[in-house]
Nanobody, 127 residues
Framework: QVQLVESGGGLVQAGGSLRLSCAASGLTLREYTMGWFRQAPGKEREFVAG????????EFADIVKGRFTISRDNAKNTMYLQMSSLKPGDTALYYC????????????????????WGQGTQVTVSS
């Protein structure tokens, strides 16, 4: 059965860094476009970052550009989100997701494009 498991969340002070990991099982990660979404209390789930199947193309939400980096290690069936210069506004539950959107170099940035989701890992940034 397909399973995506996020890890690496926690409590960090503003300006700090965290690296989130997404370990996949039941699917071969290299066959899927991957992405990260987040949802804060009282807000809609929003796109954070995406990476193409090959890892050659990435896309970031404007609010995290220059601070977050997305990467994937298909051999390890794992995706990562490196977060730096964290702000209190980054506080949210972060979700890993996998998409079967066609194309090896395309990035998906819409929730509807994703088939599989993890349960989320909490990131809390204190001021």
């Amino acid at each position: 059965q397909v399973q995506l498991v996020e890890s690496g969340g926690g409590l960090v002070q503003a300006g700090g860094s965290l690296r989130l990991s997404c370990a996949a099982s039941g699917l071969t990660l290299r066959e899927y476009t991957m992405g990260w979404f987040r949802q804060a209390p009282g807000k809609e789930r929003e796109f954070v970052a995406g990476v193409s199947r090959s890892g050659g193309s990435t896309e970031f939400a404007d609010i995290v550009k220059g601070r977050f980096t997305i990467s994937r290690d298909n051999a390890k069936n794992t995706m990562y989100l490196q977060m730096s210069s964290l702000k209190p506004g980054d506080t949210a539950l972060y979700y890993c997701a996998a998409s079967d959107s066609p194309g090896s170099s395309e990035v998906a940035d819409k929730m509807a494009q994703y088939l599989f989701w993890g349960q989320g890992t909490q990131v809390t940034v204190s001021s």
